[in-house]
């Protein structure tokens, strides 16, 4: 007699709610393929926990945004944000599409360069840009957006000893009505430091300003915000026109805006409330245009989108380690990938789902990381069906900031494979070893030996 | 450990359990309905075992550590109390 497929006994209380009119909806359908690429066998590839990176929906969400501002403004460059996932695979496939590079330190700009982008379509911001740092920039007609005074004044001397002139843009910041405000980079609109570092740049005649720059927050679930950031760096452009007779080339209005994730503590998931790119493109775009640019002087739109192009793109797949029972009858699961390698977890409730065929009877648990530490916590709360041992999780719209700002800490860092629109998985990055990191460490020779009683 | 199903407790086919000394309700999946089902029949942990084991596609180490989990449930929502 063949035997029935087995799923660890659930037993869930009924608790009547009020009632609702859409019924309820599993979020936990099994996804087993990603663009017809079997998760399982990308696991018994690779390893688990892997990262996994859809080259097909990168694709798909760079396009669906450079639609959204390109059929409203007539002049508008992406530059993808490399410190949102810096794989150089990832890069390429923005470059591809058209993207310029946005950087925002030397190990960046050297990864732009390596990959092929030409220095004149690199933006290199940050605070720290060192006087190597910015002398390569120069060399490489770079356009540098400068965050203060001291680098301002560095960027003269620099200028002078090499008797060149730099293509520069100042950062701004300003009060765009969200808070909290983002006013540490960048010169201040509304006390007149951004008019006094513009001034010092057009009077010392040392620099080319070309553009002005702003970056007002992350995950900004306001759309409206960008038309008054819009509306302060036009006011800019348009008094530095006034004033100093001179034509703004660019503005770029940075990066923030929101992926379909959902922030801790939402009532609604992120899906339903975020603004969609077209809310986005018709407050910049909008006030733009009717700002009081001529038509021949309309500077160039750039936008350094990066979280919201690439994170639904990342999946972690992640083995069940342990099932276990804490002692207020909660259910919880240990999985083989932590909060050292899914940073976003602090932040996000991320959408889990098997991989593996699943009934629907469903246990709320809490999800743990591996890491012997108590702060590994990958969902407090999470709605799944009954998993064993080795089951595999897959964890969704993890493609921002988790493979750049991921911790070789207790473990190492998993392999990252991109499926790409073919369905072919391509390693883009292997997964690392012990030796790796022991090669970077020296002992000294009074601590190489020593006995144990 | 060995569990007494207390003797009220009301389970239908579909896996809709009822307690009626507390009015609280449950949803069971498959496998819980067997368990219950042998603890009603009055069988002991290893009997249980045994018999998931001969029925369903697992081995009785990954049977025994979910039945651990099951009993522990069931204490808890006073559906059983220990033999």
């Not at chain 1, 008054?228 to 100093?244: F, P, R």
């Not at chain 1, 793109?313 to 990938?337: E, H, I, P, Q, W």
């Amino acid at each position: 007699m063949e035997k029935k497929r087995y799923e660890r006994p659930v037993i869930a209380s009924l608790n009547a709610g009020i009632t609702n009119k859409f019924g309820t909806r599993n979020l936990n359908e099994p996804i087993s393929h990603i663009d017809g690429a079997s998760i399982k066998e990308i696991t018994e590839q690779y390893g688990s926990p892997v990262f996994i990176l859809s080259e097909r929906k990168i694709r798909q969400l760079y396009r669906d945004a450079y639609r959204a501002f390109s059929t409203r403004y007539p002049k508008v460059q992406f530059a993808w944000s490399y410190k949102t996932n810096y794989l150089n695979a990832v890069c390429n496939v923005f470059h591809q599409e058209g993207s310029w590079a946005e950087v925002v330190s030397i190990f960046e700009y050297e990864k732009a360069l390596a990959n092929g982008v030409e220095g004149r379509h690199i933006l290199f911001n940050g605070p720290e840009k060192t006087e190597s740092d910015l002398r390569k920039a120069i060399e490489h007609e770079s356009l540098i957006h400068i965050d203060h005074f001291d680098e301002l004044y560095l960027l003269l001397e620099i200028s002078e000893s090499l008797k060149k002139r730099p293509r520069v843009a100042i950062r701004v910041n300003m009060d765009t009505g969200i808070y909290p405000m983002w006013d540490r980079f960048g010169f201040n609109y509304e006390s007149g430091q951004a008019w006094d570092a513009i001034n010092k740049i057009i009077l010392t005649n040392k620099l080319d300003l070309v553009g002005l720059h702003c970056h007002i927050g992350t995950f900004m679930l306001s759309a409206n915000a960008y038309a008054v950031a819009a509306s302060k760096l036009a006011d800019l452009a348009l008094g530095i026109k006034l004033h100093h007779k001179q034509n703004i080339e660019y503005l770029d209005l940075g990066g923030g805006f929101a992926s379909k994730n959902t922030l801790k503590g939402s009532f609604l998931p992120g899906a339903d409330t975020i603004p969609s790119f077209d809310d986005y493109a018709e407050a910049i775009c909008g006030t733009l245009l009717n700002a009081g640019f001529t038509r021949e002087n309309l500077p160039m739109l750039i936008l350094e989108t990066g979280r919201a192009l690439v994170d639904e793109a990342g999946f972690l797949a992640s083995s069940v380690v342990a099932n276990k029972r804490l002692s207020d009858g909660r259910k919880a699961l240990v999985l083989d990938a932590g909060v050292n390698i899914l940073f976003t977890s602090f932040w996000y409730e991320h959408k889990m789902t098997p991989v593996e065929p699943a009934s629907h009877h469903t246990e709320a648990s809490v999800v743990y990381g591996p890491l012997c530490m108590n702060i590994d916590v990958v969902r407090e709360s999470v709605t799944l069906p009954p998993l064993r041992k080795n089951d595999l999780v897959l964890i969704h719209t993890v493609g921002a900031y988790n493979m750049t700002q991921w911790m070789q800490f207790i473990a190492m860092r998993p392999a990252v494979v991109m499926i790409d629109p073919e369905g072919k998985t391509h390693l883009l990055r292997r997964a690392e070893k012990t030796d790796d990191l022991n090669a970077m460490e020296s002992m000294p020779e009074h601590l190489q030996s020593f006995s144990l009683a | 450990m060995n569990l007494r199903l207390k003797n009220n407790i009301a389970v239908s086919d579909s896996g809709f359990v009822f307690n009626p000394s507390t009015g609280d309700s449950f949803s069971i999946n498959p496998v819980g309905i067997d368990i219950i089902q042998l603890l009603r029949a009055s069988k002991s942990e290893h009997d249980i075992i045994e018999d998931l084991s001969e029925r369903y596609d697992a081995d009785t180490q990954t049977i025994e550590k979910d039945l651990y989990d099951f009993f522990t449930l069931l204490l808890q929502h006073q559906l059983a109390e220990k033999a």
